[in-house]
């Protein structure tokens, strides 16, 4: 194919000799400490910590730690999603929207699948998964088509779907939730528990975390969305058909909220059409907590299901200590505000060199 | 004298009323360094994009080794082993180097995970420090993105990369504009090491004492013509301004 890689892989022996070239652990571990990430990960310990030291017999226990994971799972499998849309510089806030559109969908389908659909089996639910998932899908590709090809700001798109899925779903259910969502659902993914003690939810959610990581940082798909957010002309010119690669993160986006649709669906065993409403500013700040830059290029999966947590245990540490849980939104506000002020002083300092 | 490696025949190009180029000819020939100089809007510019397939001519001809092509795009340019360097290098600079060295030609890890798209990190690295050494480019840390580099480090990147995958010809767009003695004597080097692998270069330069220190030919153009050719031991940096300004007429002395 070209000159250059036949002596790119005949030198390979002697790679050994080299030193300029760090092993790859010590270089993770580098790159670690140089992120964000491992900065938010030790304020999410010292948070824990201060709760544990205040009022070790109720916050330090299984129960509130599997309290929080369970709600929190959710909003992780949409912030996974977010962290690749914010890299590739977009914004994506339907998320709650398509959630809820997806769980609507889901529970008509399960509905129109079984007469008495609450007794159903796994089958129907299979259904209800596989329509959540391709409901979100749409949405997602949608989404990506309006920003890649008709060029229109995410920003705009995305509020447009976020009015337009909302309010399909309110048409569809006359503004009623819909119950006779299968008790098996309810029960055994949304309230049930793995070996272990550990919750449906939280494994779930653990999955899609560590793929979606393991995606960003050791596939293709994952280095092309790096490198159209820092730099989409640079990515134009390799030969990256940005276009297309848009519109797969979007839609990868939606048919994640697609399945945060679903597990909401299976976790308050309804579909919960008006309580998603600031999911989307809830994705990005956990997102944007957790070191990706709004700017894009940059950030990284992990750090944003960590960036879910603070707000997490915020909230549940300041009811077991007694205070007011408003406060958990102006400690939020602040941690916001502080994430994105040290990207901004990093890029900085970076740029002057 | 080998026959032309890249030809350009009688090239035109209006952008509007604007005629960049009026019937340019340009050669390439096999394993040399050519500079392309002119002065502001003598159409260097557009030759280059012309022929490194960002843009189409309104007529004329391209061959290269002896057959006509059509350079739709930068990539059908790229397939054909034509490589440019712009002045904005077009990094990604959020990536560390060998990220860009292998951008849109991921080395993919074999197997199933492979067919998954799971990246080969290693064999990318080792093949970006090899290119990088073989340039002479010293990149202490591959890991760190490009953004942390210094100006010469970037450039030595985009030039590594578009070497790597270039069989035939490389073009260089002011390649030490922007650039210290020290990394302009480094890039200066690392040109005569393409030159020796075999592959053209086609240096872009307002820098005459730079152009004669390292091109073995030159070709000037002016007003959208090429105006001159010449030899570049047997030229001086008067001679090369006084074809640039026309002082010299337009008559071609063919070296």
């Known amino acids: 194919m070209n000159t250059a890689e036949e002596p790119l892989v005949a030198d390979a022996t002697d790679s050994s000799q080299t030193t300029s070239m760090a092993p790859p652990p010590e270089g993770v571990l580098r790159r670690l400490g140089s992120t964000n990430t491992a900065w938010i990960f030790l304020v999410l310990v010292g948070i824990c910590l201060a709760f544990s030291i205040m009022k070790p017999h109720a916050f330090a226990t299984a129960f509130e730690a599997r309290t929080v994971a369970t709600n929190a799972s959710v909003l992780i499998v949409v912030s996974v999603g977010m962290t690749f849309v914010i890299i590739t510089g977009g914004i994506d806030l339907s998320v709650g929207s398509v959630l809820v559109f997806a769980g609507v969908a889901a529970a008509e389908a399960m509905h129109a699948g079984s007469d008495r659909s609450i007794h159903a089996g796994w089958g129907t639910i299979w259904l209800g998964l596989v329509v959540a998932l391709v409901s979100g899908l749409c949405w997602g590709v949608i989404n990506g088509f309006l920003v890649a090809v008709a060029r229109v700001p995410a920003l705009i798109v995305t509020l447009g779907t976020l009015g337009a899925a909302y309010g399909l779903s309110q048409i569809v259910t006359h503004g009623q939730d819909l119950r006779g969502v299968p008790a098996k659902l309810a029960s055994d993914v949304g309230l049930g528990r793995l070996v272990g003690g550990i919750p449906w939810m939280v494994a779930i959610a653990t999955v899609v975390t560590a793929v979606g990581a393991a995606v960003l940082y050791g596939t293709r798909f994952g280095r092309y969305t790096l490198a159209i957010g820092s730099n989409a002309e640079a990515a134009r010119r390799a030969g990256i058909n940005v276009r297309r690669h848009l519109i797969k993160v979007y839609a990868l986006q939606g048919t994640l909220a697609g399945l945060a649709g679903f597990l909401a669906l299976a976790y308050f065993d309804t579909t919960t059409i008006s309580g998603h409403s600031s999911d989307n500013l809830a994705a990005i700040t956990a997102v944007v907590i957790g070191g990706t830059s709004l700017f894009g290029g940059r950030g990284t999966v992990i750090g944003s299901a960590i960036g879910v947590f603070i707000p997490a245990v915020l909230a549940s540490g300041f009811v077991i200590i007694g205070v007011q849980s408003y406060w958990q939104n102006v400690a939020l506000g602040v941690v916001l505000v502080a994430a994105v002020y040290i990207d901004q002083m990093r890029r900085q300092a970076r740029s002057r060199q | ?255």
């Open chain 2, 1 to 255: 004298m080998p026959s032309p490696q890249l030809e350009a025949r009688g090239i035109v190009k209006h952008y509007g009323h604007v005629r960049a180029l009026r019937g340019a000819d340009f050669t390439v020939f096999p394993g040399e360094v050519v500079a392309l100089i002119g002065d502001n809007g003598a159409g260097k510019s557009t030759l280059v994009k012309l022929l490194s397939g960002a843009g189409h001519p309104d007529a004329g001809e391209i061959l290269l080794e002896g057959s006509p092509v059509v350079l739709s795009t930068p990539l059908e340019a790229q397939r054909l082993g034509v490589e440019t360097v712009y002045q904005d290098l077009a990094l990604a600079p959020d990536l560390d180097g060998s990220a860009n060295l292998y951008l849109g030609r991921e080395i993919l890890r074999p197997g199933l995970l492979g067919k998954l798209g799971a990246l080969d990190k290693k064999a990318m690295r080792r093949g970006a420090r090899d290119a990088f050494a073989e340039l002479g480019v010293d990149l202490q840390n591959a890991l760190t993105a490009v953004a942390n580099l210094s100006g010469g480090q970037r450039q030595s990147v985009a030039v590594a990369r578009s070497v790597a995958w270039a069989s035939k010809i490389v073009f260089l767009d002011e390649p030490t504009a922007a650039l210290g003695v020290v990394q302009t004597a480094r890039v200066l080097d690392v040109v005569r090491r393409i030159r020796d692998r075999g592959i053209s270069v086609v240096l872009i330069s307002h820098n005459m004492p730079q152009v004669l220190e390292v091109a073995d030919r030159v070709e000037v153009l002016r007003l959208g013509r090429r105006v001159a050719r010449f030899n570049a031991a047997h030229t001086s940096v008067e001679e090369l301004v006084g074809a640039m300004t026309g002082a010299l007429g337009d008559q071609e002395s063919v070296a």
